[in-house]
């Protein structure tokens, strides 16, 4: 494998039941069970491991009332990473079901929009209804890493290594950023939520959770460009994923999807 080429898992941690009226500002007339899985990604080749995102732990599954499945990192041993060795964890934004087990990567620098902290951490959280999805425990902990040297901050779009780009969209949260990897099947963009949904992209209708519905609406617009085509997007939550893709491994169906692999 060259070395600006990457293997990209999805590994699912955790999941929600719900309808799909609450997936979309507006509602959904359709009214059909429409459920949330959660994932945290790997992307890897010979010379690097990067993950994406970081999960929940149970106790916050438990308020959050989520069904908590695995640890993510029990998830990635299944495909041979070791969370105490990962050198680097990539953000995709603060909201609690992302950056969350935080004694998980103790040797991880984690790569972070500059513009997310700032909002998680500024005056846009005086309004309830924009912090309700941020945890206080998880600004603290990246806080203590800021302080502890293990924060590399990002400012819009950058490079992160060969074959792996950065990209600013914001919309969900202002600080969102997606990744764009370099696969053997072409860019493959993991939009964490930037797009929630297969359907929140194809039809255009943002998912209820936004601080900006005009940035997450240009979002999909910016993924698309981002993505060799439709089929290389990869959406934050949608159990579909794990449908489209081939397993990672033997025994794996349902738990890692391999996403540089050819959908189905």
């Known amino acids: 494998m060259d070395d600006d080429v990457y293997e990209v898992f999805a590994v699912k941690y955790a999941h929600l039941e719900q309808r ?19 994932f945290v990604w790997a992307i890897r080749n010979a010379s ?3 993950i994406l995102d970081t999960g929940f732990a149970p106790h916050m599954a438990a308020k959050r009332k989520r069904e908590h499945i695995r640890s993510p990192g029990a998830g990635l041993k299944t495909i041979g990473i070791d969370a105490e060795n990962v050198t680097d964890v990539i953000i995709s934004h603060m909201h609690y079901d992302h950056c ?6 103790p040797q991880a620098r984690y790569h972070v929009q500059e513009r ?10 005086c309004h309830q209804y924009l ?7 998880d600004v603290s902990a990246m806080v203590y890493r800021l302080y502890a040297g293990r924060i590399a901050f990002a400012e819009g779009d950058s490079t992160l290594a060969p074959g792996i780009t950065l990209h600013l969209v914001g919309g969900h949260s202002l600080g969102l950023q997606v990744v764009r990897v370099k696969t053997r ?8 939520d930037a797009t929630h949904f297969y359907r929140n992209l194809d039809e255009k209708r943002s998912f ?11 979002g999909y617009d910016k993924l698309i460009e981002l993505a060799s085509s439709p089929n290389h997007i990869i959406p ?3 159990p579909l994923v794990l449908a489209r893709y081939p397993a990672a491994a033997a025994g794996l169906d349902g738990i890692v999807a391999r996403l540089d692999a050819d959908p189905r």
């Open 48 to 50: 690097r491991t990067y």
């Open 236 to 238: 934050g939550h949608d």
């Open 185 to 192: 099947r072409g860019f493959v963009v993991l939009a964490s």
């Open 208 to 218: 209820p959770v936004a601080a900006s519905v005009v940035e997450v609406l240009d």
């Open 116 to 125: 997310e902290m700032a909002y998680c951490t500024g005056r846009c959280m």
């Open 100 to 105: 969350g087990n935080h004694d998980l990567f």
């Open 20 to 38: 799909s009226p609450h997936n979309f500002i507006g509602g959904d007339s359709h009214d059909v069970p429409m459920p949330l899985d959660y």
């Open 131 to 137: 912090r309700q999805t941020f945890e206080a425990e």
